[in-house]
């Protein structure tokens, strides 16, 4: 049973709020009586047995032998190597368990607040036109964090951006200092220079105050965002399709976070009703795979790998597809190797990596997600270039947002690579990722301190 299917949450085209205090108050009263009806037993905690991912074979054998043909054979031997790479989650040691199952447990149960974080919340969530009466404690629970982890970007921008606003009307100087502000930010040459050509629009046929500049710049920020979903006429938030194979590919350079994110996409899947699997496809890097095994031991999911030395990326996700077929997973997630300094090898097993999938799963809805680091800045857009042909990249994942003071390149790789933002980090935690919502952004971007 999903707790709430993340992947599937309910949009609604933004709208203003009547009366977002009255909304507020009727959504903390609901979720109050929730938390406090709720039983004291363990919440959805992961499962401490991983789903059997072993390959089943006939128990009666025939009473007359006959000999296998060679087809026979040759799918005995590949049975024989899937099963031999195949690494199950291992059971948790009980500190680990508790440790999981603690840090889980107090993410749901934390008691709520109607406190300045659930107040700028339940107004995001009303401006979207979200009911009160379906809004989840882990929605509000999320954009309190966003907001918190969007503070470095914000301090100094908000404060600076109102303070040259004043209570006079938009300026050249004042759109002069709003250029360095959104640059200092990292937004982007390019998007900063869309921003400021619409306040300059504005200004030019009435007077613009503040409140209104700001409400414009919004507006404008968000709509540059959404830019890539139109082009590709795709939906605003990536989901697995239900009851068939979906497989992402999780590609970045070393250090970005790529196999934390891939940990955390699988704990989200589970979370919202999916059947997950890893192949864990960085075979390069020490202790690639025991990363990747850790954080499927917290959510309960079985990885896919092959412990020799080096092995063949392309191999571990053939096996992979092999396994998610026999049984039936819905989304196969891949981590891959991310050494930059060996770039020409680098895309060329990914490419490889991408022709297996295209030949053993055609079927398959396949997505490949750039992981950027939002510390790195303007760095990750040579990053995305690098990346963007042997992988066939459809979208990018921004992580660590909350350890960074430049939020802002969100728009710039929107702006610059074309490329739709699918997901975002801003915490440490296991359920610190969450699918991006342009309009959520801006709001934590540009929300007042």
Not at 144 to 156: A, D, S, Y
Not at 215 to 224: I, W
Request: proline share 5%; hydrophobic share 45%; with cysteine.
């Amino acid at each position: 049973m999903a707790e709430f299917d993340w992947f599937n949450r309910e949009t609604t085209e933004a709208q203003s709020a009547e009366d977002a205090l009255a909304w507020a108050k009727e959504a903390y009263a609901r979720l109050k009586a929730q938390q406090q009806g709720a039983p004291d037993a363990p919440l959805d905690t992961p499962p401490d047995t991983p789903p059997d991912i072993s390959i089943d074979t006939p128990t009666d054998a025939p009473d007359v032998p006959i000999a296998p043909s060679l087809l026979e054979q040759a799918a005995a031997k590949r049975d024989e190597r899937l099963a031999s790479v195949s690494l199950p989650v291992l059971e948790l040691k009980t500190e680990l368990k508790t440790e999981v199952k603690t840090e889980i447990n107090a993410e749901l149960t934390t008691e709520i607040q109607l406190d300045s974080d659930f107040l700028w919340s339940a107004e995001v969530l009303a401006a979207q036109g979200r009911p009160a009466a379906q809004v989840s404690i882990e929605e509000i629970d999320w954009l309190g964090k966003l907001r918190r982890g969007m503070e470095k970007t914000r301090q100094g921008f908000v404060t600076q951006l109102l303070e040259n606003l004043g209570d006079d009307p938009l300026s050249e100087q004042s759109l002069e200092q709003i250029e360095t502000l959104l640059l200092k930010a990292d937004v982007g040459i390019e998007s900063t220079d869309l921003a400021l050509d619409r306040l300059r629009l504005r200004m030019n046929e009435a007077v613009v105050d503040a409140a209104e500049a700001i409400s414009l710049l919004k507006q404008e920020l968000r709509e540059q965002l959404d830019i890539p979903l139109g082009k590709q006429g795709i939906a605003p938030l990536l989901a697995p399709i239900k009851g068939r194979l979906n497989i992402w590919l999780i590609v970045g350079v070393n250090g970005v976070g790529k196999t934390t994110t891939l940990g955390k996409l699988a704990n989200l899947a589970v979370r919202s009703g999916y059947s997950c699997l890893m192949a864990a496809g960085d075979t390069f890097r020490a202790a690639a795979v025991q990363q990747l095994q850790v954080w499927a031991e917290r959510s309960g999911v079985a990885v896919i790998a092959n412990p020799s030395a080096n092995a063949d990326p392309a191999a571990v996700v053939f096996d992979a597809i092999g396994a998610a077929r026999s049984k039936n997973i819905e989304l196969l997630l891949v981590d891959t190797a991310g050494r930059l300094q060996t770039k020409h090898n680098l895309m060329e097993e990914l490419a490889k990596v991408r022709r297996i999938i295209d030949r053993l799963a055609p079927e398959a809805q396949v997505e490949s997600l750039l992981v950027l680091d939002s510390s790195q800045g303007q760095n990750g857009l040579r990053q995305a270039m690098a990346f963007a042909a042997a992988a066939q990249l459809t979208g990018v994942i921004l992580t660590k947002l909350d350890g960074s003071a430049r939020g802002g390149v969100a728009l710039a790789v929107a702006a610059e690579t074309g490329l739709p933002i699918r997901f975002i980090g801003a915490g440490e935690g296991l359920r610190d990722l969450r699918p991006f919502n342009s309009f959520e952004f801006i709001e934590a971007l540009l929300a007042k301190n």
